[in-house]
């Protein structure tokens, strides 16, 4: 036992890259499957080729983000004092955020190949049975799943083994601490950066080929969305990969690190009780910073184990059955095995500013994330899933129109808020209530340790769904798009909860991080009462509007383009639908590739240069308040108005498209039946258009973009501390007629700068800067 104890550090990293040698071992296993006829493997092809043509598209223009973003940190670094309040940084987290951006990156092309591969192999599996189509999907969304916690593990607990030893750290409260765990944020900060760009750039990708393939090849020429004579089928298969698959990744391995980072940096502040001089937990107080990234390691091993409970007999099983007992699996084995962890590592008293708790309070408050998870998961299922009320509800209005159809899903989306928020302030205001702040935070490590089963249930989605069109594509028996249809009805509920998790998620670590921003910052509380914070708080709120306006109108600016395209290809080469002429699929792979790289730039700068206008922008403008009380009404704001539009939107796009999908087995609308191509079905195919960029580009962004922000506001929190000299103070100091030492100005201003602080009055403020002269 005192041997793990001395050599805990260095478990992380090994969990971590068991992860990573178990996904390689399943992702050789999904290649060797058969990949079925040399037409399935032609199309499977050009899915594959569009896929990487556009992430190397995306990396090309990323690469010069990273590299001017990491100048920018890098000379940030050696910023020592900043208005004689000393800084703990270094240049360092330059590297620590390329290698962070990588990371993120590969965690996308990961997920990418995986996705690509086992998705045509899917379908020759599904040409034997439903059991060995599941095995070869599911197989192939844990090789992603896997590798996303791998590597997130792995690159966090070795960057942090190397910055204890490059900053000589010996105490987790000390100034050496401060330093690693500041450059440590940029690991966070390269990670959140990359998926918001990725979840974005590849939202609207998707969408932009899905809506045209919509709206001309089912609507207009009355064939499948499938079928291979849709000019744009190939672009809207390779938009599942970037998107779906690359995005999701990129946005769960970030969500991943942020949650870990924001408990570690809260973590060392708490104070851990000494005996003679010496921690009591053995781990010589550094056991609230080990915490998270030890149960997220075993959150791995846990997650490995719930997929072998992933498994079906016969054509009659149920699919969601099999996916809910291997995810129930992970997280039992993560609670139980977080008691022993915790009682093992923590002491038994622990104070973190003020709050003073247990070591089984933050077992309690894990146990709280886990219970948040997994209520956000079954109540985004009841909301989006066929067969389910809210789904039916929409169903019933497709039979009168298509407006009707869209006041029903816009009515359930802001209805399946409700019990999500209230479980998210339950959450909230337990896991405090057991641990303080400290218990916010850990409660969504303990949320988030599962990652890889989440992602392994998600991943699987999106392949069964290119299974399916692959199938169509290929005109394979009937029996063959049965299973892959059986796989795909699943897998998009299963895409919704992914997407409720995410949010659930992303709420409690923004939450997190935000306290580590006040503690960083200096300030004391955000007090609402002050015009300009509540003013920051408005157009906090405002973001996520404007955000999802600018992702909706890209992809409908890019979905005319394809549109455009695809009526011309149908014009102008014949033969298409009689099958004599194969359709011009590059273009439309083109004109999303182009239209998603060029429409992610605003929405991106939006989340990384509002919180820096913000906090640099306003400091000094208003003397009694400071910028980082105002950007910290600004991410309140940000983060509520977020959670709920993401919320509303993934729950509405999700519920739209299972309506559209029920009608394929038919539906009874005041009793009669209705099938595919009838009128309700149209009308529910313009709901699922309306609702595309709803769940796949805007909604799942939001989380992003609360985490983002949250991070870029951490980042900058010592530049813009409260505790240095305030504006009055520069202005006297700099005054030629003051003949005063710096150091005789800081004595002499301390009453002003308590007057500040306290927020009295502009006359007792003046009062207080007349005494200067």
Same mark, same amino acid.
């Given at each position: 036992?005192?041997?793990?104890?001395?050599?805990?550090?260095?478990?992380?990293?090994?969990?971590?890259?068991?992860?990573?040698?178990?996904?390689?071992?399943?992702?050789?296993?999904?290649?060797?499957?058969?990949?079925?006829?040399?037409?399935?493997?032609?199309?499977?092809?050009?899915?594959?080729?569009?896929?990487?043509?556009?992430?190397?598209?995306?990396?090309?223009?990323?690469?010069?983000?990273?590299?001017?973003?990491?100048?920018?940190?890098?000379?940030?670094?050696?910023?020592?004092?900043?208005?004689?309040?000393?800084?703990?940084?270094?240049?360092?987290?330059?590297?620590?955020?390329?290698?962070?951006?990588?990371?993120?990156?590969?965690?996308?092309?990961?997920?990418?190949?995986?996705?690509?591969?086992?998705?045509?192999?899917?379908?020759?599996?599904?040409?034997?049975?439903?059991?060995?189509?599941?095995?070869?999907?599911?197989?192939?969304?844990?090789?992603?799943?896997?590798?996303?916690?791998?590597?997130?593990?792995?690159?966090?607990?070795?960057?942090?083994?190397?910055?204890?030893?490059?900053?000589?750290?010996?105490?987790?409260?000390?100034?050496?601490?401060?330093?690693?765990?500041?450059?440590?944020?940029?690991?966070?900060?390269?990670?959140?950066?990359?998926?918001?760009?990725?979840?974005?750039?590849?939202?609207?990708?998707?969408?932009?080929?899905?809506?045209?393939?919509?709206?001309?090849?089912?609507?207009?020429?009355?064939?499948?969305?499938?079928?291979?004579?849709?000019?744009?089928?190939?672009?809207?298969?390779?938009?599942?990969?970037?998107?779906?698959?690359?995005?999701?990744?990129?946005?769960?391995?970030?969500?991943?690190?942020?949650?870990?980072?924001?408990?570690?940096?809260?973590?060392?502040?708490?104070?851990?009780?000494?005996?003679?001089?010496?921690?009591?937990?053995?781990?010589?107080?550094?056991?609230?910073?080990?915490?998270?990234?030890?149960?997220?390691?075993?959150?791995?091993?846990?997650?490995?184990?719930?997929?072998?409970?992933?498994?079906?007999?016969?054509?009659?099983?149920?699919?969601?059955?099999?996916?809910?007992?291997?995810?129930?699996?992970?997280?039992?084995?993560?609670?139980?095995?977080?008691?022993?962890?915790?009682?093992?590592?923590?002491?038994?008293?622990?104070?973190?500013?003020?709050?003073?708790?247990?070591?089984?309070?933050?077992?309690?408050?894990?146990?709280?994330?886990?219970?948040?998870?997994?209520?956000?998961?079954?109540?985004?299922?009841?909301?989006?899933?066929?067969?389910?009320? =809210?789904?039916?509800?929409?169903?019933?209005?497709?039979?009168?129109?298509?407006?009707?159809?869209?006041?029903?899903?816009?009515?359930?989306?802001?209805?399946?808020?409700?019990?999500?928020?209230?479980?998210?302030?339950?959450?909230?205001?337990?896991?405090?209530?057991?641990?303080?702040?400290?218990?916010?935070?850990?409660?969504?490590?303990?949320?988030?340790?599962?990652?890889?089963?989440?992602?392994?249930?998600?991943?699987?989605?999106?392949?069964?769904?290119?299974?399916?069109?692959?199938?169509?594509?290929?005109?394979? =028996?009937?029996?063959?798009?049965?299973?892959?249809?059986?796989?795909?009805?699943?897998?998009?509920?299963?895409?919704?909860?992914?997407?409720?998790?995410?949010?659930?998620?992303?709420?409690?670590?923004?939450?997190?991080?935000?306290?580590?921003?006040?503690?960083?910052?200096?300030?004391?509380?955000?007090?609402?009462?002050?015009?300009?914070?509540?003013?920051?708080?408005?157009?906090?709120?405002?973001?996520?509007?404007?955000?999802?306006?600018?992702?909706?109108?890209?992809?409908?600016?890019?979905?005319?383009?394809?549109?455009?395209?695809?009526?011309?290809?149908?014009?102008?080469?014949?033969?298409?639908?009689?099958?004599?002429?194969?359709?011009?699929?590059?273009?439309?792979?083109?004109?999303?590739?182009?239209?998603?790289?060029?429409?992610?730039?605003?929405?991106?700068?939006?989340?990384?240069?509002?919180?820096?206008?913000?906090?640099?922008?306003?400091?000094?403008?208003? =003397?009694?308040?400071?910028?980082?009380?105002?950007?910290?009404?600004?991410?309140?704001?940000?983060?509520?108005?977020?959670?709920?539009?993401?919320?509303?939107?993934?729950?509405?796009?999700?519920?739209?498209?299972?309506?559209?999908?029920?009608?394929?087995?038919?539906?009874?609308?005041?009793?009669?039946?209705?099938?595919?191509?009838?009128?309700?079905?149209?009308?529910?195919?313009?709901?699922?258009?309306?609702?595309?960029?709803?769940?796949?580009? $805007?909604?799942? $962004?939001?989380?992003?973009?609360?985490?983002?922000?949250?991070?870029?506001?951490?980042?900058?929190?010592?530049?813009?501390?409260?505790?240095?000299?305030?504006?009055?103070?520069?202005?006297?100091?700099?005054?030629?007629?003051?003949?005063?030492?710096?150091?005789?100005?800081?004595?002499?201003?301390?009453?002003?700068?308590?007057?500040?602080?306290?927020?009295?009055?502009?006359?007792?403020?003046?009062?207080?800067?007349?005494?200067?002269?």
């Amino acid at each position: 036992m005192e041997f793990l104890q001395h050599n805990l550090i260095y478990l992380i990293p090994a969990l971590g890259m068991i992860g990573i040698i178990v996904m390689a071992f399943k992702s050789a296993w999904v290649n060797k499957q058969d990949a079925g006829d040399a037409n399935m493997k032609e199309l499977a092809g050009y899915i594959a080729d569009g896929a990487m043509a556009f992430l190397k598209a995306e990396w090309r223009v990323l690469s010069i983000f990273v590299i001017f973003t990491a100048a920018l940190l890098a000379y940030s670094g050696t910023i020592h004092e900043v208005n004689g309040v000393p800084l703990h940084s270094s240049w360092i987290i330059s590297i620590s955020f390329i290698i962070g951006a990588v990371f993120s990156a590969t965690a996308g092309y990961i997920g990418m190949k995986a996705a690509t591969k086992a998705n045509v192999r899917t379908t020759q599996a599904a040409r034997t049975s439903l059991a060995k189509a599941l095995k070869v999907s599911f197989t192939g969304g844990t090789v992603m799943g896997l590798g996303v916690a791998g590597l997130a593990v792995l690159g966090l607990g070795g960057l942090f083994i190397v910055f204890l030893h490059l900053f000589n750290v010996v105490a987790p409260n000390s100034v050496e601490m401060k330093t690693a765990i500041e450059v440590l944020t940029g690991f966070s900060l390269g990670a959140e950066s990359i998926a918001l760009f990725a979840r974005v750039g590849g939202g609207i990708y998707t969408k932009a080929a899905d809506v045209g393939a919509d709206l001309v090849g089912k609507v207009e020429a009355g064939i499948p969305e499938d079928d291979v004579r849709n000019p744009a089928t190939i672009a809207d298969n390779v938009g599942d990969n970037v998107g779906d698959v690359a995005g999701m990744g990129a946005d769960l391995f970030g969500s991943y690190v942020a949650t870990i980072l924001a408990t570690m940096v809260l973590g060392q502040e708490i104070v851990v009780e000494k005996l003679n001089g010496i921690a009591v937990d053995g781990l010589d107080g550094f056991s609230p910073v080990l915490l998270p990234m030890v149960i997220c390691g075993l959150g791995i091993i846990f997650s490995i184990v719930g997929t072998w409970f992933v498994r079906i007999k016969g054509e009659d099983s149920n699919v969601q059955t099999a996916l809910n007992l291997g995810n129930w699996s992970s997280i039992v084995l993560t609670a139980i095995a977080s008691y022993f962890i915790v009682t093992w590592m923590l002491p038994a008293q622990l104070e973190l500013r003020g709050v003073v708790f247990r070591s089984i309070d933050v077992f309690y408050a894990i146990i709280v994330g886990l219970v948040v998870g997994t209520l956000m998961s079954i109540i985004t299922e009841y909301y989006t899933a066929m067969g389910k009320g =809210p789904v039916n509800s929409i169903i019933q209005q497709s039979g009168t129109g298509h407006a009707t159809n869209i006041i029903g899903g816009l009515s359930v989306g802001m209805k399946s808020t409700v019990a999500p928020i209230l479980v998210l302030a339950a959450g909230i205001i337990f896991s405090y209530a057991f641990a303080g702040l400290y218990g916010v935070a850990i409660a969504a490590a303990g949320m988030m340790a599962t990652t890889a089963m989440q992602l392994a249930i998600d991943a699987f989605g999106p392949i069964a769904d290119n299974a399916g069109g692959i199938a169509e594509m290929s005109q394979l =028996p009937p029996e063959v798009r049965e299973r892959t249809d059986n796989l795909d009805a699943v897998g998009n509920t299963t895409a919704a909860t992914g997407k409720g998790f995410a949010i659930a998620s992303a709420a409690l670590t923004s939450l997190a991080l935000f306290a580590a921003f006040v503690g960083v910052a200096g300030i004391d509380a955000i007090d609402i009462y002050k015009a300009p914070v509540l003013a920051g708080l408005f157009v906090g709120a405002m973001i996520p509007f404007i955000f999802s306006a600018l992702c909706i109108a890209a992809v409908g600016k890019a979905a005319m383009d394809m549109v455009q395209e695809v009526r011309r290809q149908f014009r102008d080469i014949p033969g298409i639908m009689e099958y004599k002429a194969k359709p011009e699929y590059e273009k439309c792979v083109a004109i999303s590739t182009k239209a998603s790289i060029r429409e992610m730039m605003l929405p991106g700068a939006i989340a990384l240069l509002v919180p820096i206008i913000v906090g640099f922008g306003l400091k000094g403008v208003f =003397p009694a308040v400071s910028s980082a009380e105002i950007l910290g009404g600004l991410l309140a704001g940000v983060t509520v108005s977020g959670v709920l539009m993401g919320i509303f939107q993934s729950n509405a796009g999700g519920a739209w498209d299972n309506a559209k999908k029920s009608f394929e087995k038919g539906v009874e609308i005041n009793g009669e039946m209705h099938y595919k191509k009838s009128e309700p079905h149209k009308a529910s195919v313009t709901g699922d258009t309306v609702g595309d960029p709803f769940k796949d580009t $805007s909604g799942p $962004s939001m989380n992003i973009l609360i985490k983002l922000m949250s991070i870029v506001s951490l980042v900058i929190a010592p530049y813009i501390a409260v505790g240095g000299l305030s504006p009055i103070q520069e202005v006297k100091t700099k005054t030629k007629n003051m003949q005063i030492s710096k150091t005789s100005a800081v004595e002499l201003a301390k009453p002003l700068q308590k007057v500040v602080k306290n927020g009295n009055t502009p006359n007792s403020t003046s009062a207080e800067a007349t005494k200067l002269n």
